[in-house]
Every structure is written in C-alpha cells, then in structure tokens.
C-alpha cells in the first residue's frame, strides 16, 4: 500500500538553529509531493510541492525541499528557525496514477521553537 | 486566507443529531474535497467531486454520511446520527487540476458531546 511516514511527531529547536523534518513515502509510481503548514486551530497552509520538475524546490517563507528519489524521501529544511514558524507540519503524497489526486497525508510533526 | 470558505466554523451537537456543513470553493476550481482531521492526526480523504459528480468515497465515509455539490459549485456534507467519534475537525480543500496544489479551507470543527 502506498504511505507517507513522518519521523518524528514533535521536533524542538532553538530560533536560529537549522529545521530538519523529515518525510518519507512507500510508492511505485512516480509520486507528487507537498508540505502543509497548519497553525492552531486553521486550515492548511501549502509551503511548497514537487511535481516532477527540480528536486530541490523551494517554498514560502524560507523552507526547502529535496524530493531523493533513492531513499523515498522528501524532507522539509530551514536554515534558521523564527519562533512565527512553531506550527504542526504535513508532508502528503499523491501520485500520477491517481485520477482522483486525493492526498495521503502523514501523521504530522509539530515544530517548537525555543527563544 | 486561500478563498477557500467553511461554515460554520464550529458546531457544537449532541449524539443523535444531523448536522450539515458548507464549503464555498475557489471559482473555476473543479476539484473538490472533504477531509477530515482527528485531534494530533493528520487529514484523511473523505470524498471527492469533480464538478457535480461525486467520483470517489473514501470507507471511513460510512452510511451516516453524505456529500452534495449541486450545480458543481458549493458542496455540503452532512452527517446523520452523530456519534461522539464523529467529532473531528472537517476540511474542504479545491484544486484546479490534477498535480496541483489544493487549497484548504478553515475547517469546521464539530464536537459530538
């Protein structure tokens, strides 16, 4: 069955220090992948997605992503956390043989940051 | 705010009861989606439209649930008989096209006491 793991549900870091959250996804076929940021209480906030163009791709607010086609995953990276980026991330998935493109999402990580 | 608009959004009910929910897409966004979000979990697909017809349901949508987008424009998703694991956090989301980004609403929190 397709999936999507997030390693890790809660990562602290300290402002300034780098964010590393990590997604990795069990597929056969090519996938299509995203990161959602969700603040308290609000809907989804899409940071960024890889579509099958550069595997490196870059979102808002200062985060990456490296789609690694090797190891399955695609994980989310900021050089220098700010405490406005505390929130719960989801990487989801959905793939190319999947007319209806619903997303799979992962269990989700919840990033604190520490002044 | 990504256009995408729910309401209401919070719904308080007690078990037994039928609540409806709304979802106003984004214009011209074919694709539509409800989710639905557990306390510490993230979101699981529900049902999916394009345009007008319901093209996919998901098995955690059982017999109590129902969806609608008459006219392929808002969608309602009803629940009958609400059960207190009903109580969850519901997302809209809309896409314009396969491998694009879907825009999420606020969500409509329901609590089934």
């Known amino acids: 069955a397709q999936s999507v793991t997030q390693l890790g549900s809660h990562v602290s870091v300290s402002e300034g220090a780098l964010v590393l959250l990590r997604c990795n996804y069990s597929s056969s076929v090519p996938p299509y992948l995203f990161w959602y940021v969700q603040y308290p209480n609000q809907g989804l906030q899409l940071l960024l997605k890889y579509t099958s163009a550069a595997t490196l791709v870059k979102g808002i607010n200062g985060f990456e992503a490296e789609f690694k086609k090797s190891e399955t995953s695609f994980h989310l990276t900021k050089p220098s956390a700010h405490m406005s980026d505390a929130a719960e991330y989801f990487c989801?998935?959905?793939?190319?043989?999947?007319?209806?493109?619903?997303?799979?999402f992962g269990g989700g990580t919840r990033l604190m940051v520490k002044p | 705010d990504t256009g995408v608009s729910q309401d209401p959004r919070h719904k308080i009910t007690k078990r037994g009861q039928n609540v409806t929910f709304r979802c106003d897409p984004i214009?011209?966004?074919?694709?539509l989606y409800w989710y639905r979000q557990t306390l510490g979990q993230g979101p699981e697909f529900l049902t999916y439209?394009?345009?007008?017809?319901?093209?996919?349901k998901s098995r955690l949508l059982s017999d109590r649930f129902s969806a609608e987008r008459p006219k392929g424009s808002f969608s309602t998703l009803e629940i009958q008989r609400t059960e207190q694991g009903d109580s969850a956090m519901y997302l809209c989301a809309n896409s314009l096209d396969r491998g694009n980004e879907q825009f999420f609403g606020p969500g409509t929190r329901l609590t089934v006491l």
């Open positions: 439209f394009q345009n007008e017809a319901q093209l996919e």
């Open positions: 214009s011209e966004h074919n694709r």
């Open positions: 989801a998935v959905t793939w190319n043989n999947n007319a209806g493109n619903m997303l799979t």
